[in-house]
């Protein structure tokens, strides 16, 4: 997701490729999105093997640099903190304490208190794994199903843990049975249990896919509209286009925080499901 006019020109010449005649000039550009920082430098050192390695771990490499800007924003908010905050400091103070209360709403002020580190650390750097597609010659990692999968693997681990330290091995089981209490309940439990199970199972899948299609899909819609955009002025030879694809690029910053919202809610509810009844939130 660009939005430098002169990349709508190379973006145009790859509408018309197939993923491998892309590959063949050596520029390794999926046949969905727009050009990259590593597109350019796989055009400029041509097709070598540290040309393959880049292009290989490009959603990879990535997300390490968004995660580096993440912890790097967050260190200088929270490196002098003062009692009358800085623009920074503030901006930062009120995105967390915003999603604190929101979460809080949902676990309860005992359990928020436990959980909101992984979900703040969830919820930003999704965010921030987003938002980077929109940049110029940026990259949105969670394009990758890599990226996506890793996520839903680590909110699946981290629930399933919850749920065997908070009811212990005999209730992990009993849960995964249906919780039965009555004796017709019982009976049906080892049905149940093969059926939560793969209930448990389909959770990170459907996580991992939902992020993964919705990015996805804004890559696609934006590359589309650039190539339509050149295209409609192939005519006078011109290296840039039309730019038919800034609605979308607007419309992206809000999908993006949408989807970085629903699979950080969904996680949530995963966690609260675990938690004891007694122990549940509003």
Request: net charge negative; with cysteine.
């Amino acid at each position: 997701m660009q939005t430098i006019s002169g990349l709508v020109a190379e973006a145009a010449r790859f509408a018309g490729m197939t993923a491998t005649e892309a590959a063949a000039e050596g520029g390794h550009e999926a046949a969905h999105e727009l050009p990259n920082w590593i597109t350019l430098i796989n055009r400029f050192i041509g097709d070598t093997s540290l040309g393959h390695f880049l292009h290989q771990w490009e959603g990879m490499i990535y997300a390490y640099v968004v995660a580096g800007v993440v912890i790097l924003l967050a260190q200088l908010a929270s490196r002098n903190p003062t009692l009358v905050p800085g623009k920074l400091q503030n901006v930062v103070e009120m995105a967390v304490e915003g999603f604190a209360n929101f979460i809080t709403s949902i676990l309860g002020e005992k359990e928020a208190r436990k959980h909101i580190p992984f979900l703040g650390t969830l919820f930003f750097y999704i965010l921030a794994m987003n938002l980077s597609g929109v940049m110029p010659l940026g990259k949105s990692p969670t394009a990758s199903p890599n990226t996506t999968v890793a996520l839903a693997l680590c909110v699946f681990l981290y629930a399933n843990f919850i749920g065997l330290t908070k009811n212990g091995p005999i209730g992990y089981l009993k849960h995964l049975a249906g919780s039965p209490r009555s004796g017709v309940e019982w009976v049906f439990a080892p049905l149940m249990f093969p059926i939560h199970v793969l209930g448990e199972i389909a959770k990170p899948v459907s996580l991992s896919l939902r992020l993964f299609g919705n990015v996805t899909g804004e890559d696609v819609l934006l590359f589309a509209f650039c190539s339509l955009g050149v295209t409609a002025l192939s005519f006078m030879n011109s290296p840039v286009g039309i730019p038919f694809q800034t609605p979308f690029i607007l419309l992206a910053f809000l999908t993006s925080l949408i989807q970085a919202l629903v699979f950080t809610l969904l996680s949530t509810i995963y966690i609260l499901l675990w938690l004891p009844h007694e122990e549940e939130g509003h």
